[in-house]
């Protein structure tokens, strides 16, 4: 298809998504410019696959526009599996703007400004630059493209080839819209278990659409309501992924974290759509009451410091179950299983064979739990069983060095839990975190090390703390042996900071990390065997 079809199919609503999609247009006006640039050149721009709808009864009410048209005018006919980004692109490109999809759904006004320059051949975000340039809206519009044809062939300031050369430089970008996109269509009658197959085999840059989403596409009763709440998570700081949380709604309804069952028995009719609306109301429940406890417990206030969203749909997917048996948790319930998030990560329980590990976590943990009537004693059975498989759930120390997302998560918990205060405002530490005023902040600055020791050295885990925005900066690229002099010994010790000064100076950097980083990983070991002799 030429990408002047593409645009005509998408503006009249053959060419849509699934409505479950959480992530609409999201690339930047340097990106659109980018692919314009390699459309002009001729430049190979990736394949765009589709699901094809077109004999389905339900087309309307799985699929949602990637542009805003009348309802009465959508006529979807293919899905896009694969290549939203570009085929957004390709309408701003020829209008300029336009009302795209956004993301947890609706529509947003996006603009470009790209202007094109005949004589060198580039493309551009503004016309600022010397030359001359013209507005790439224009030259695909055919009444204005007309105007600029005239006003080129009367330019006094144009030689006779230039203007030649200009109006065929023009042509060539209007010709653009003539070229052929491939297109692979994945035939409707596509069994969904090889649909699914298909889609964990795509590898893009681009936003994949997974499993998840056709299951919600296929819950229109449900699929506004779940991006609804979806965006107001996301406004409150928890931007969710849907697989999040249909593994947990899985669960609940077809008793497996194995998503594919959830979709065989909602397109076989198995699902009753009153206990479908029922189980999802539980599930927000669930993943509310999971988000209070992360914030409580591990002292993360923002989705972007979860270190693992797997664990949390596991530890939803728990929570979910206490609920139904209508037992309380106290502190030290909310302690534990907190801590089976943390250490589910750090243990990578649910790197590979995910679904499978959730099920069997599940069904001890329902097991114990119906046993021993006991929230905290049900999951210190499953940590147990845990430390059996994996030898110990002690955190290694050699594994706390790289600045990964779950070692800053335990820092983070560290240092809350240590009632860590800000070196020069005398703010807890888990008050800035929580009113997202602060920042990373190297304790020997890089600024001093580099030359002397490697990146990834300078980078330690071990040499970063958190400071208020203020702090950093005043602290800058001082050198600690000299500025750490200046501050109460609580407060540098509320930070695992050595006291010994002669670990301060930046011959004994390398000294200092290992006895920091000994510090924070026995402080967090030692909170976890208290957690576990609670119970």
């Known amino acids: 298809m030429s990408i002047a079809e593409l645009i005509g199919s998408i503006e009249r609503g053959e060419i849509c998504i699934p409505r479950g999609v959480q992530r609409g247009f999201i690339w930047s006006s340097e990106k659109v410019l980018k692919l314009a640039d390699s ?24 699929a949602t526009g990637i542009v805003e ?27 300029g703007s336009a009302r795209v999809v956004s993301t947890y759904g609706g529509y947003q006004r996006k603009r470009i400004n790209l202007y094109f320059n005949p004589e060198t051949e580039e493309f551009s975000l503004s016309k600022t630059r010397t030359g001359t340039w013209f507005k790439v809206a224009d030259v695909f519009d055919d009444s204005t493209f007309s105007k600029l044809l005239a006003e080129i062939a009367g330019s006094e300031n144009l030689s006779s080839a230039e203007r030649k050369e200009y109006i065929g430089k023009l042509q060539k970008l209007r010709e653009t819209l003539s070229i052929s996109i491939p297109i692979y269509i994945i035939s409707e009658e596509t069994s969904l278990d090889d649909l699914v197959e298909i889609f964990d085999r795509i590898n893009s840059a681009g936003t994949r659409v997974t499993i998840s989403h056709i299951v919600v596409a296929y819950l229109p009763e449900l699929a506004d309501e779940i991006l609804s709440y979806l965006n107001d998570m996301n406004k409150r700081g928890w931007k969710f992924k849907i697989p999040t949380l249909v593994k947990v709604l899985s669960y609940r309804v077809s008793g497996t974290a194995f998503v594919a069952k959830l979709r065989d028995d909602i397109s076989k009719g198995r699902v009753d759509r009153n206990k479908l609306r029922e ?57 534990i299983l907190a801590l089976l998030l943390l250490l589910s990560s750090y243990l990578r329980r649910y ?66 839990e240590n009632g860590a205060i800000d070196f020069y405002k005398g703010i807890k530490i888990e008050s800035l975190i929580a009113q ?63 006291l010994d000064k002669e670990l301060w100076k930046v011959d004994n950097y390398l000294k200092f990390v290992e006895r920091r980083r000994e510090l924070i990983v026995n402080f967090v070991n030692n909170r976890i065997y208290q957690i576990l002799n609670l119970m």
Not at 69 to 76: C, D, N, S, T, V
Not at 466 to 490: A, F, M, Q, V, W
Request: glycine share 4%; charged share 30%; aromatic share 10%.
């Open 351 to 416: 790197t590979g064979s995910t679904e499978q590990k959730m099920d069997e976590d599940v069904a001890f943990f329902v097991k114990e739990l119906k046993s021993q009537q006991n929230i905290g004693l049900a999951v210190k059975r499953l940590l147990e069983k845990w430390e059996k498989i994996y030898g110990s759930l002690s955190i290694p120390k050699e594994e706390f060095r790289k600045p990964t997302q779950l070692n800053k998560t335990l820092l983070y918990f560290a240092l809350c």
């Open 39 to 62: 459309i002009y050149r001729r430049y190979p721009i990736g394949i765009v696959i589709f699901w094809d709808i077109s004999q389905s009864t339900r087309g309307r009410e799985i």
């Open 436 to 498: 997202e005023d602060f920042t990373i902040h190297h304790i020997f600055p890089r600024d001093i090390l580099r030359g002397k020791y490697e990146r990834g050295q300078i980078d330690d885990i071990a040499n970063l703390t958190i400071l208020s925005r203020e702090t950093n900066k005043i602290i800058g690229s001082k050198n600690p042996e000299n500025y750490l002099r200046k501050i109460n010994e609580k407060i540098l010790s509320s930070h695992f900071i050595p």
């Open 69 to 95: 048209i009348a309802e009465r005018e959508y006529r979807p006919r293919y899905l896009v599996i694969d290549g939203l980004q570009r085929l957004t692109s390709f309408v701003l490109i020829k209008y």
């Open 279 to 335: 189980e999802w109301t539980k599930v927000k429940k669930a993943v509310d009451d999971t988000v209070s406890l992360l914030k409580s417990e591990l002292h993360i206030h923002y989705s972007k410091y979860v270190p693992s969203e797997t664990s949390l749909s596991m530890i939803s997917t728990l929570i979910s179950i206490i609920n139904d048996e209508k037992i309380s948790r106290n502190t030290n319930d909310n302690k």
